[in-house]
């Protein structure tokens, strides 16, 4: 049987067929309807499509104050009154901020001293030597550092976005904070001032940890025996910005969140060489340790992006068409009917004898159609 090369070769084309049937044509104008509702309504409006979104970077700096009148009493505290046994009380001394804070200077991090221990070291011995080692002294002092959830935290940051050159400082913005219900919160209660347009952000340490959900005389991370006052715990920061919250970009807003990381605790060893190296002191910290992080999505017009939301929800239309018409042709009762309608087979090229199909799909021969 020799090969049809026309038939093998075929190309199929786009044929219009108006389907005179009201329950396809409901069906097909409830698609179209509620797909140009997603596109216009829920992508381009709603969802911002024609926004080009950018995370935005910056710069923070974060500082330490300790309160203006300390108070005493503390549990935690065995040389005051009342110590509490359950929580390990150590003796207490109260540092001040330049004390407290340790590395000093870092530009995303920040550390408050909760407890240390500090002690002499003396190396009696050269160190061309290598068996040259320090001494530990016998006069080793294990402290807590007293009110240390009153001192006052300032957190100055500044956001900027490369492509659209959007670039704000806090001063300038609305902010929140999410509480320990993970509610977004202003806070604007005596020394307290969080997200006020034109205050600096500051905030109390013992008020940022409640909103963490961190109560520093509780079991620590590590060893329930002990207490997160003792080993000191690290805490993530999160400043999250936002113009895309409103019908406006050019309303931008922060949020600060928290997140403890579990199973872990903060120390870092602190030496101070004295008169020589042979003689240095030792400070080994624990203490609230804090990361910054700055996130976000910063948007900005762009066509490109408009254009690209718009094309992707067309791509639904060509869903909801095929999906009415393989419900008509292959569902539906008259679906024969309707593939004979939709479906023709032409004459071939050749004018020799060709077999095609009439409009209820029957086979007609052809022989010698010198118009073809």
């Known amino acids: 049987m020799a090969l049809d090369w026309d038939d093998i070769l075929s190309y199929n084309t786009v044929k219009v067929v108006r389907i005179r049937d009201r329950r396809l044509g409901i069906l097909h104008i409830t698609f179209m309807a509620s797909i140009v509702i997603y596109i216009v309504i829920y992508s381009i409006i709603l969802n911002k499509g024609y926004l080009n979104l950018e995370t935005p970077v910056g710069s923070i700096r974060a500082s330490l104050l300790k309160p203006s009148q300390s108070q005493t009493n503390f549990p935690y505290c065995s040389n005051q009154a009342n110590p509490n046994p ?128 961190i109560n520093l005389d509780n079991p620590s991370l590590i060893n329930p025996n002990l207490t997160m006052r003792y080993d000191g715990l690290i805490i993530l920061v999160f400043i999250d910005y936002s113009n895309t919250y409103s019908n406006s970009i050019k309303n931008i807003k922060y949020t600060y969140s928290t997140s403890v990381v579990q199973d872990t605790e903060f120390t870092v060893v602190e030496p101070v060489v004295l008169d020589n190296i042979n003689h240095r002191f030792v400070f080994k910290r624990h203490g609230i340790r804090m990361l910054f992080f700055q996130t976000g999505s910063i948007g900005h017009f762009k066509f490109q992006s408009l254009l690209l939301t718009f094309v992707s929800g067309m791509g639904l239309l060509a869903i909801s068409t095929l999906i009415v018409d393989q419900l008509a042709i292959r569902i539906l009762p008259q679906r024969k009917s309707y593939q004979s309608f939709k479906f023709q087979v032409t004459e071939g090229y050749n004018p020799m004898k060709k077999i095609v199909k009439d409009d209820r799909g029957d086979e007609l021969l052809y022989h010698k159609i010198e118009s073809l």
Request: glycine share 6%.
């Open 86 to 213: 359950n929580i390990l009380p150590l003796k207490c001394e109260y540092w001040d901020e330049s004390n407290v804070v340790y590395p000093i200077g870092e530009e995303t991090a920040f550390c408050a001293t909760t407890r240390v221990k500090y002690y002499n070291q003396t190396a009696d011995c050269e160190f061309t030597s290598p068996t040259c080692t320090y001494k530990d002294s016998d006069n080793a002092q294990n402290i807590y550092v007293a009110d240390i959830e009153r001192f006052t935290l300032l957190i100055d940051h500044t956001m900027y976005a490369p492509v659209s050159g959007i670039q704000r400082n806090a001063l300038s913005l609305h902010g929140y904070i999410q509480d320990e219900n993970n509610k977004e919160i202003q806070v604007n209660q005596g020394i307290n001032t969080i997200g006020v347009q034109g205050k600096p952000d500051i905030i109390e340490l013992g008020l940022l940890l409640n909103y963490t959900g």
